[in-house]
């Protein structure tokens, strides 16, 4: 699976508080085409949606069909053969 990958995100707590940079890394990004190492059928997947939680915890939203489910990074196969940059 392709690493390295990252966003900077920018959080301003309160006006009081310095801004502080979070560099997380992304197993997947949208559109990707992606299957889980847990399904038997090994359908694929594509990724429409990341959502980052307060602890950092990285979730993606997985559709197949009219199917959609939240996954970890873990859960994930890439099978993007070149992502083209």
């Known amino acids: 699976m392709r690493r390295g990958g990252y966003c900077g995100i ?40 990341i959502r980052i939680h307060s602890n950092n915890c990285v979730l993606y939203l997985l559709a ?9 990074g873990f859960e994930l196969i890439s099978i993007n053969v070149e992502r083209g940059t």
């Open 10 to 49: 920018f959080i301003r707590r309160t006006r009081k508080e310095p801004m502080k940079t979070y560099v997380i890394d992304f197993d997947a990004f949208i559109g990707d085409t992606v299957t889980l190492k847990t399904d038997r059928e090994q359908l694929e997947r594509v990724v429409t949606a």
């Open 64 to 72: 197949q069909g009219t199917n959609e489910s939240w996954h970890y």
